[in-house]
């Protein structure tokens, strides 16, 4: 007999401020979609981030338009307004309950760095968001996962067979490092899509900072 749990889709979500998009968020949201069959991934740029204490955040759209170079050749990859269109601060548990709404009969994957993990019980409606979500902590090479997941689990039960481990290579790339590479005039070719280093060229962005 088959496990109707089988038929379920799932979506998996992958939010940030994407400032800029990168190969390492590319490589986490295909891992994940393998990994745990995902009938798809929906990036979310992030309108305005109630967590980042950066005053020179891109704009929205400029944000908006690098996640749709990077992620334009993948089916599997779809991006989303509802953030960039909210007015005020992008709380998670506004968002998880719009797509709760919109994809009613999905199961809803968020991906996200491990490191990520403790900050998201500071969140708005922390317990909410687990009641909504799955999680999938995508961890570089030589994280000690079980380690942390067992403390996080242990301080928190209410995520209790909630929160999934994904190791991935590739997420040594950070935002912070390409940002500070353009500033300095150092490459950056190979750590995201071309057509978005591209863009960063075309509109000199991080240059100036």
């Not at 007015?87 to 309950?97: A, H, I, N």
């Not at 993990?117 to 961890?139: C, V």
């Not at 030589?142 to 942390?148: N, Q, R, T």
């Amino acid at each position: 007999m088959n496990n109707p749990k089988e038929k379920v889709n799932r979506l998996g979500i992958m939010g940030g401020t994407f400032d800029p998009i990168h190969y390492g968020h590319l490589v986490a949201a295909e891992m994940a979609r393998a990994e745990f069959k995902l009938s798809k991934v929906l990036f979310i740029p992030t309108g305005t981030p109630p967590h980042k204490d950066r005053k020179d955040i891109s704009a929205a759209e400029m944000r908006y338009e690098m996640v749709k170079l990077a992620i334009q050749d993948n089916p599997a990859f779809d991006i989303s307004r509802v953030e960039i269109e909210r007015e005020g601060p992008s709380y998670t548990v506004e968002t998880l309950r719009v797509l709760r709404r919109d994809w009613p009969e999905h199961e809803l994957y968020f991906i996200t760095g491990s490191d990520a993990l403790l900050e998201i019980f500071s969140w708005r409606e922390a317990e909410e968001i687990f009641r909504l979500i799955q999680y999938i902590g995508a961890a570089r090479p030589g994280f000690d996962a079980s380690d942390f997941f067992l403390k996080v689990q242990h301080e928190h039960p209410e995520t209790q067979g909630k929160i999934h481990y994904l190791e991935v290579p590739a997420l040594a790339i950070s935002s912070t490092d390409i940002r500070a590479r353009v500033r300095r005039r150092e490459p950056i070719r190979y750590l995201l899509p071309e057509t978005v280093r591209l863009y960063l060229e075309q509109h000199r962005l991080y240059a100036d900072s």
